[in-house]
């Protein structure tokens, strides 16, 4: 009797391919979701980058050993490194030694000590409109952060029948045009900077506020003009507040330098301070980034100053009721720490006094460079005057007026990092690169005139 035969051998091909279909079956049988996305590249497309991290980034991908950084918005010492100031050392170590420091969420609208000092410190201590009780501040990420918050303000209650816009100075700080464009305000430029005159192109600016239509939201920056480093005179400042008046504007300061531009806290408030006097109903992003040295802590407040009137008070306790609601909607609370360090050194007489004196020492080195750098320049081309626009301007920036094409010939030639638009941070210079900056900056100008 045979025995029955064993069937025959599977061959493990055979295996994978059973094995593959019973996988399909039961994937279908449990309706797999599609892989397909709702963000397809049409509803999201890539996003530029940012031009400033962008060249961050290859500056730091650079091994040249000569290499120079001029793109950096923030303060650098003399060997090209950070600088905390002493003062920020002499708060933060008083700070670390309070045994009632905690970690517990600030009010919405902030640390009441930092905002009535910042309020102060940006208004004048004996400004009218502190005393008339017609202004309302708000801690805010730092200087951005502010601008942010005014914006969202405007956007929702300032009224523009026309659809008026927000006009920009020609250039600006390039975050301008996001913060403004993200919460649906439609934005136009002033003229500002001449490249002839490397200075500014005041009847230009006159000429477009005084024919903006009435009611328009005009940013101005209260001192050290980012991009350019050129700012108006005392003369021009009130020239531009009495076309702002006329047309009925309503102007939107924003400060991030005071203190850091020309050394003197109440020199580089001036302008905000000339507004107020005068009666404007305006606002204030204020940043204490530079002139703390506070990058990274994102302190920062923003200030409303409603006109003066009868009704001034209600209609500043009704502003400050809606920023308080948009300010929670967006962040809640505030940050603690850098505000707890600005607020000791400004309600300190003695640490405020150190702070003075920090500032002067970095708008000095700043000036100082400014010179040298003049100086240099003009003994290498022979043309006495012909680079006095780095020593007009003020401020951490200064427009050289290279072209884009010297910018990146220099960059390529020299490993020199600047932005497109001829920008340098002058803090950036130092003994060790200033002369092989000049020299650079000569042999391109040189070469492509």
């Known amino acids: 009797m045979s025995r029955p035969q064993p069937p025959p051998a599977t061959s493990t091909t055979q295996q994978s391919h059973q094995a593959t279909r019973r996988l399909a079956q039961v994937k279908n049988q449990m309706g797999e979701p599609s892989s397909t996305t709702a963000f397809s590249a049409e509803n999201v497309p890539q996003a530029p980058e940012d031009p400033l991290f962008g060249l961050m980034a290859a500056y730091r991908r650079d091994t040249f050993d000569k290499k120079v950084d001029l793109g950096i918005g923030a303060y650098r010492d003399n060997n090209a490194k950070p600088w905390v100031l002493p003062v920020v050392k002499m708060a933060d170590e008083r700070l670390r030694q309070d045994p009632n420091l905690n970690h517990e969420y600030l009010p919405i609208a902030g640390l009441a000590d930092f905002t009535s000092a910042a309020q102060k410190l940006m208004l004048g201590a004996e400004s009218p409109a502190i005393k008339e009780k017609r202004v309302t501040s708000f801690q805010t990420i730092s200087g951005t952060g502010a601008v942010h918050l005014g914006a969202l303000f405007l956007a929702k209650f300032y009224p523009r029948p026309s659809n008026q816009s927000v006009y920009f100075s020609s250039p600006t700080w390039a975050n301008h045009n996001q913060i403004f464009t993200n919460v649906s305000l439609p934005i136009a430029t002033y003229p500002y900077f001449s490249a002839k005159t490397k200075g500014l192109d005041f009847e230009g600016m006159m000429s477009t506020i005084s024919s903006a239509p009435s009611g328009s939201i005009i940013l101005l920056h209260a001192c050290a003009h980012n991009p350019t480093g050129v700012d108006p005179t005392r003369d021009q400042w009130k020239q531009i507040a009495t076309s702002i008046r006329e047309k009925g504007h309503f102007p939107f300061f924003d400060c991030a330098y005071q203190g850091f531009a020309s050394g003197s806290l109440n020199d580089d408030a001036w302008a905000v301070r000339y507004f ?51 300010q929670r909607s967006e962040i809640s609370n505030p940050p603690a720490y850098g505000a707890r360090i600005a607020s000791m050194v400004l309600n300190d007489p003695e640490l405020f006094a150190e702070w003075e004196a920090n500032l002067r020492t970095m708008s000095g080195r700043i000036k100082d460079m400014r010179s040298r750098v003049r100086k240099i320049l003009e003994e290498l081309n022979g043309q006495e005057g012909s680079w006095k626009h780095i020593t007009e301007q003020i401020g951490m920036f200064s427009f050289t007026g290279l072209t884009e094409k010297q910018v990146l010939k220099i960059r390529e030639d020299a490993h020199v990092y600047m932005t497109k638009n001829g920008r340098i941070s002058m803090a950036g210079l130092n003994d060790g690169n200033i002369e092989y900056f000049a020299k650079a900056v000569d042999k391109v100008v040189k070469e492509t005139s």
């Open 276 to 326: 107020v006097e005068q009666g404007f109903e305006l606002c204030v992003a204020q940043s204490f980034a530079k002139n703390f040295g506070l990058y990274g802590e994102r302190a920062g407040a923003f200030h409303f100053v409603t006109a003066p009137g009868s009704d001034a008070t209600n209609t500043i306790s009704r502003i400050n009721s809606q920023l308080a609601i948009l």
